[in-house]
């Protein structure tokens, strides 16, 4: 099992920026890929960004390509979300995600493919 506490959340006005972090610890090998999701009141969780855990093919919601940057610091077992020009849509509780080896199918932008959840932190942005 991997164990995963994000950080790094607030209230903020829009146009501002906020810095997600995400550590890991447990069995950090068995890392695949590390995601970010988020879920607004009565919504459904979903997908903002993807990171392998080697490698450097990332993935980003269309709702904030260009706006947000997904990266990965592997000697602090630790994946950031830089958020830049946050609006008041992007209120919501983000989770970081594990998706660990061993698949024939990993699907970056699903919540199913995903097997170790943060407790999540909250982002409010105010217009």
């Known amino acids: 099992q991997v164990q995963l506490v994000e950080s790094g959340g607030g209230l903020v006005q829009a146009g501002d920026s906020l810095r997600l972090s995400c550590v890991a610890s447990?069995?950090?090998?068995?890392?695949?890929?590390m995601g970010w999701f988020r879920q607004a009141p009565g919504k459904e969780r979903e997908f903002v960004a993807y990171?392998?855990?080697?490698?450097?093919?990332?993935y980003y919601a269309n709702s904030v390509k260009d706006r947000f940057t997904i990266s990965r610091d592997n000697a602090k077992n630790t994946v950031n979300l830089q958020m830049n020009s946050l609006k008041p849509e992007d209120t919501a509780v983000y989770y970081c995600?594990?998706?660990?080896?061993?698949?024939?199918?990993?699907?970056?932008?699903?919540?199913?493919?995903?097997?170790?959840w943060g407790q999540g932190t909250r982002v409010t942005v105010s217009s």
């Open positions: 995600a594990a998706d660990r080896i061993g698949k024939i199918n990993h699907r970056p932008t699903t919540v199913d493919s995903y097997d170790d």
């Open positions: 447990g069995r950090i090998f068995s890392i695949y890929a």
């Open positions: 990171i392998p855990w080697s490698g450097s093919n990332t």
